[in-house]
């Protein structure tokens, strides 16, 4: 025992005599830090780069099965899924690993910026930190798309619809992005090359660049009330804060940051044995067009907003925003370089975190059942429930016959069953006079189509007459002057 | 205190060589430059419409008159390795005798997959609510402006249409929107 000891001391010796890395690791490790920063709010980085390292690993192992072509990559994925010893595994934890990333990034992001640790001297720890948020989200649309399903195949196509809007160079950039005219064999390519050589090369080079400024400018430390950040004293005060109460990083503060990061990887297998690999859904076939697409979730607020934004300024935000968002991000440490680094002192950082965090929030819960897509099979898999239908002549009971062929359904529900693009038409006749109703049949407005064409006079009359009984237990709305000069509507009023 | 760039060593025979090397460096880098842009940036320099070609459609009689239907091509670029995606879908239009529309897969919104209702005479989009009259004009959405068409000819019994680009509002923007409808909200 006291031999196999030595000798591995011996070799030990050996090799850091050639290697020489064992004293700059070693110190990297021990490196003071202040004591009010070895806390569990300080440990999100480490299990983002913990992460990273998980993503790498299982990405190379799918890489020896997944075929990057249009032809054969969902046949792989799912040779994958069903075919190969835990493969599906495998894809699972790649796939939550990516979800549980970019929750991970996100949170270590706010938690740097309510921190204030952006701020002198770490502006370009900040700015390098801005570069990977971005690469990170590269990560998720490019793996999004080489899972080459349905969804990633209409997601590449709303990527170069968004790619076209740019003026002048649009159809370029599309050709760019797609690697050709159209999405095929070029594209899947182009996009396994991003996502598995161009961006993880720069990513994991910032990622070194990111922890080297961390260690060398030293962990921020707590942030107290009052304690102002000046150029001319910061690294004089920070330096002798972590003479006179510094810990080593291992292990006063490195414990946490382990336990987290096993934590995180245990939620991730967790997640990905329960819920098992995402994806793929249906085959990456243009001609099945039964097909409702929609993105992971990382991507589900933009999913929102192209449907909310005004149509007019769709354009211009989408193409200006990201810029000017990621100008100010870039440029935040810089023009707030200085002052404050506690929250309760800077309430418009905090207004603005609370703002874009349930901004991003709203926005992605809507997308999860989405009101603004028309319900493409609402109309003939939704009936029309049977109390709508109780007492009702023939000619209303043919309206609502009409309704559904006419796929009305797939906008409006009736009392919440059925699309919900338009408004719910269960009380509909309480908002409406019969007139109302049948010039918005037939000409639309608001939002909605006009039907002009495709009903016949006689379809008309019935939709409208079964729309018209549709008050609920209100009063129906009625137009006033109808009662002095029309004599059907006064007769009709009076039953009422 | 002396200038450190009039020193002696700022000016030796291998710094120069040094310089030199440098500068030789910096030249085949540029030219090697070429060819690695041209051919990253090769999708780019080709220009559009050279990737479309006339492409068969169908026999005309696949088409009733007054009916829209589904039809498929292939995508003239295209290579094996392209798989499914080779073949593309358009809805087909025929209105009467020689006349048709023959209309993108791709909503003008960001280009998912829109649905023909023939009974509402409307096309749907299942991504963001876009809707379409039958003649291809914005009847609600997002959309800016009505579905994408392809050219069309009629060659003895086929019908041909000239495709080979994903349509997007970058591609389609110089061919106008098909007519609007009166009833248009």
Redesign the interface.
Known sequence: MQGLKQKGIAIYHWLDRRLGLAGPVIEAAEHPIPKSSASWWYVFGSAATVILMMQIVTGVLLALVYTP????AWNSLNFLNHGLTLGWFLRALHGWGSDFMITIVLIHMTQVFMFGAYKFPRELTWIVGVFLLLMTFGMAFTGQVLRFDQDA??GI??G???????PFV???????L????????TTVSRFFALHVFVIPGILLAFVGLHVWMVLRLGINEWPMPGRLVRRSTYVQEYEAEIHTDGVPFIPDAGWTDAIFAAAIILAIMTCAAVFGPIGPTG?????I?????KPDVPFLWI?AL??L?P?KL??PILLIVPVVVICVMLALPFFAGEGEKHWSRRPVAVLMVLVIAVSLGTLTVVSLHPP???E?TA?SADPVQPRFLRGRTPLERQGAIVFQ????R??HALAGLGGK?GPDLASVATRLTEDELVRQV?????????????LSPAQTTALVAFLDTLNGNERPARDPSLELTHSKAAQKQQKF | MENPTTQPSQHSRRTFLFKIALMANGAVGTVLAVPILGYI?G??F?R?RS?EYWIPLGFLNQFPEGETR?A?FH?P?????????????CWVRHIKKNQFQVFA??CA???????W?P????F??????G?Y??DGAR??????RGLFEYEYKIAGDRLMIRA???P????H?SIAAPGS?P???
């Open positions: 072509t249009a032809r054969d195949y209409w196509g709303i170069a619809s968004i790619m076209a809007r740019v649009g159809s370029k950039l599309v050709h760019l797609l690697g050709g005219p159209i999405i095929g064999a085959a990456p076939d243009p001609t067009i039964q097909t409702v697409p999913y192209l449907a934004l149509p769709e354009t603004w897509s028309p493409m109309w062929e006419k796929q009305c797939n906008c693009r037939l000409q639309g407005g608001g939002n909605m189509p006009a039907y002009g064409s495709a | 940036l999708p780019v080709k559009g990737y589904l498929h995508n670029d295209g290579s094996p390795a392209d798989g499914q995606t080779r073949t593309l879908p897969i791709n919104h960001m280009g998912c997959p829109v649905h209702f009974q509402s005479k409307l749907m989009c299942p991504c963001h609510g809707v009259y039958q009847a609600a959405g997002p959309p800016p080979g680009q994903l997007t509002l970058a591609t923007a409808s009833c248009k909200g």
